[in-house]
T-cell receptor, first 119, second 116 residues
Framework: GAGVSQSPSNKVTEKGKDVELRCDPISGHTALYWYRQSLGQGLEFLIYFQGNSAPDKSGLPSDRFSAERTGGSVSTLTIQRTQQEDSAVYLC?????????????????FGPGTRLTVL | AQTVTQSQPEMSVQEAETVTLSCTYDTSESNYYLFWYKQPPSRQMILVIRQEAYKQQNATENRFSVNFQKAAKSFSLKISDSQLGDTAMYFCAFIKGGSRTYKYIFGTGTRLKVLA
């Protein structure tokens, strides 16, 4: 089966423009995560979707960032009025479930990311 | 709050040699998981090895092994017989156990270069 896919692979945009980044999780995975990886930094949690539950948006850095997940599958991360500090690699991951309960764990599988450059 | 620290931004090793990457973490949790992820130039994060905190035995995966020192909150990765394909960024990560946890805490990474 296919892994997590993301599009576009690279995106160059001008400051002030809106961008949409897409993530296709592994089929059957109910949990989906977005991360941001800035140059020289680790992964910064942005948002988490689990099934039909309300998403955890606590990691979104500002109200210019939003994400949705349609039909429990594909997710889109939207950045409005992009700024130069938004330049980063945006990674998406999915897992069968979002739970690390007790002594069980469900592995996250990552996509190849979208490199966003804001000029 | 949990933190993960990787104090070696860059390392290099000769092909076929052994290298150890360091990771320390801070948590008050007793049930948690630790991971090492590899990110090659293709950017795709790949799980290298996982350690459950309740297990005393160090995890191993072929050439990769960990030295898990729970009391010292240390979780180092040893790569034996290094290969050119091991060149990548390596991230240490933490997640607490228990129900409905999903927030991974990542370190800032160690860039490893394997030299021919």
């Amino acid at each position: 089966g296919a892994g997590v896919s993301q599009s576009p692979s690279n995106k160059v945009t001008e400051k002030g423009k809106d961008v949409e980044l897409r993530c296709d999780p592994i089929s059957g995975h109910t949990a989906l995560y977005w991360y941001r990886q800035s140059l020289g930094q680790g992964l910064e949690f942005l948002i988490y979707f689990q099934g039909n539950s309300a998403p955890d948006k606590s990691g979104l850095p500002s109200d210019r960032f939003s994400a949705e997940r349609t039909g429990g599958s594909v997710s889109t991360l939207t950045i409005q009025r992009t700024q130069q500090e938004d330049s980063a690699v945006y990674l998406c991951a999915s897992s069968f479930m979002g739970l690390a309960g007790g002594r069980s764990y469900n592995e996250q599988f990552f996509g190849p990311g979208t490199r966003l450059t804001v000029l | 709050a949990q933190t993960v620290t990787q104090s070696q931004p860059e390392m290099s090793v000769q092909e076929a040699e052994t290298v150890t990457l360091s990771c320390t973490y801070d948590t008050s949790e007793s049930n948690y998981y630790l991971f090492w992820y590899k990110q090659p130039p293709s950017r795709q994060m790949i799980l290298v090895i996982r350690q459950e905190a309740y297990k005393q035995q160090n995890a191993t995966e072929n050439r990769f092994s960990v030295n898990f020192q729970k009391a010292a909150k240390s979780f180092s990765l040893k790569i034996s017989d290094s290969q050119l394909g091991d060149t990548a960024m390596y991230f240490c990560a933490f997640i607490k156990g228990g129900s409905r946890t999903y927030k991974y805490i990542f370190g800032t990474g160690t860039r490893l270069k394997v030299l021919a």
